[in-house]
């Protein structure tokens, strides 16, 4: 069975190898024809742009998209340049120069790669799954009996901050900052699930189609791993399914059929303020000017944030949407549950995690409110201050480098809800109300820990779950995901997720003094 895990590890990597290489080589030439087919559809009237571009890029051949990449930016910053000079404003190209990149050279894609989609998907994601799987299914047997199983965690490299897990998050954080920030990058990955998003929207696939398809085949293989370590447990057992579906249909499946069936791409399950430009005015008017359908999303978007959310959150704690739902949380239990154990526990965290995440949903809510007066009022300010340069600014700081880089990039280093305890907004408008008006809680039984400390390490959200379970007392917590991980790991069945009736639901522990006048009264209450 170890030689079964090694063969695997091998051509896990191998695939990684492959794929990662991919946007450092290739070849690029941009034929007249489809030139001027990409001008006609995006309407380009800066002729100095389309000079040069048909003077330095039209017909040349170039290895590599940094030998492509640099000449275009350099166009357009030029032609851009000189329409202000000019004050030609109705010339300016406002789409990013990253952008254009990856949209030309797409087109211009040739040789081995693009030629042969097929053989290259299976070098690259079919070795690294068949890999994966390989070196996780032999854990049915290694592991030996069902039961809690997390041998050898603080004795691995890749799981006690080592060098693997500081390759992996190094390696995280590139691909992220590639994917946001320098998508003309993956044009060849793009080419490798072209016949999969052809198939599902009529479309070639874009760099957000490579990471939706990553995102699910992820969250798959490593959902594999969690129905072995924890088939002890029947309720992780059930939630991995249950995010694996609704990341899966709702979040990847169901928007690529909509845009074939031509309507408004758009992921059912995503709640405001998570879905941060569902109010943007070019969302608002796209749902409008897209008939029923788009007016459908509108009322069902809002519903489902002022309605269906707190109702859920009231019956079944915020578990319902950050653990059984939510793709960040689906990510962080598969792709990031090997370290859980890194979130921290200390005091000057959760002071942290309150200031910040309640930040962002105040910003978040702010942003939106002027969105939505920008969009009423027809004007583009809003107290002197440019509502796009505030989307942009959240979208960039909150969107990108947060949610993305800094949220998925810091799983091997600092655990894996980093995103959800310290940023997400939907999170904390969840555990406002989880805290204040609901019926979860998870009950303690303290007469039977024996103070393991199991139930603290592995708490992704840092909850110092031992203290509460020594005391007895149930644990009533706005960040608590209901993940149940706490529960699954306890030698002695002391943790239960439960939901009940409000009155006793917060029960701390209370010192009884002898000179207390209400002693008796304390006493008869217990």
Request: glycine content about 10%; charged content about 15%.
């Amino acid at each position: 069975m170890k030689t079964t895990k090694h063969i695997g590890l091998i051509l896990f990597l191998a695939g990684l190898g492959i794929f990662t290489v991919l946007p450092f080589i290739g070849t690029y030439s941009l034929k007249d024809s489809d030139f001027k087919q990409w001008v006609e559809e995006k309407g380009i009237k800066s002729e100095l742009f389309l000079e040069t571009l048909d003077k330095e890029v039209v017909g040349k051949r170039f290895s590599g998209m940094h030998n492509l990449s640099p000449i275009i930016a350099t166009a357009l910053d030029q032609a851009n340049s000189t329409h202000r000079k000019n004050k030609e404003y109705n010339k300016i190209i406002y789409t990013k120069a990253h952008d254009i990149s990856a949209d030309l050279g797409k087109r211009a894609g040739t040789g081995f790669i693009p030629e042969n989609k097929g053989l290259m998907w299976w070098l690259t994601f079919g070795l690294s799954i068949v890999g994966a799987l390989l070196f996780i299914l032999p854990n049915v047997i290694l592991l030996g009996q069902k039961g809690i199983k997390n041998n050898g965690i603080y004795h691995a490299n890749a799981t006690n901050r080592g060098w693997i897990a500081w390759l992996v998050f190094f390696y995280l954080i590139a691909f992220y900052l590639l994917l946001y920030f320098r998508p003309q990058y993956a044009v060849n990955w793009t080419y490798l699930v072209d016949p999969i998003s052809e198939s599902l929207s009529g479309n070639p696939a874009g760099h957000w189609f490579v990471y939706g398809f990553m995102y699910c085949t992820v969250m798959t293989v490593m959902g594999v791993r969690m129905y072995i370590k924890y088939r002890h447990n029947r309720y992780q057992t059930i939630r991995t399914t249950s995010v694996l579906f609704f990341q899966i249909v709702f979040a990847f499946l169901i928007p690529e059929i909509m845009v074939r069936l031509q309507m408004p791409y758009y992921d059912f399950k995503n709640a405001f303020p998570l879905d941060y430009d569902f109010f943007f005015q070019w969302n608002l008017r796209s749902l409008i000017n897209s008939g029923g359908i788009g007016i459908f999303i509108l009322v069902w978007g809002t519903v489902l944030t002022l309605v269906i959310v707190p109702v859920m959150v009231y019956f079944f704690g915020k578990r319902w949407y950050c653990s059984w739902v939510c793709g960040c949380g689906g990510l962080a239990e598969t792709l990031g549950d090997p370290y859980r154990q890194h979130s921290s526990k200390t005091l000057l965290s959760w002071r942290v995690e309150r200031w910040l995440v309640h930040g962002v949903l105040v910003f978040a809510v702010g942003m939106t409110l002027m969105t939505l007066y920008s969009f009423f009022s027809e004007t583009g300010t809003v107290l002197g201050i440019k509502t796009s340069s505030v989307q942009n600014t959240y979208g960039l700081l909150i969107g990108s480098i947060f949610a993305g880089v800094i949220g998925t990039g810091f799983y091997p280093i600092f655990g894996n809800r980093v995103w959800c305890r310290f940023g997400c907004p939907l999170a904390a408008y969840l555990g406002f109300v989880q805290r204040f008006k609901s019926r979860f809680r998870i009950t303690t039984n303290g007469g039977q820990c024996i103070s393991c400390g199991n139930c603290s390490t592995y708490c992704e959200q840092g909850i110092d779950v031992r203290a509460y379970a020594q005391k007895g007392e149930n644990i009533i917590r706005s960040s608590c995901v209901g993940c149940g991980i706490c529960s699954a790991v306890c030698p002695r069945g002391v943790l239960k997720l439960e939901n009940g009736p409000e009155k006793g639901r917060i029960n701390p522990t209370q010192v009884l003094l002898g000179n207390d006048v209400d002693l008796m009264h304390l006493v008869n209450d217990k």
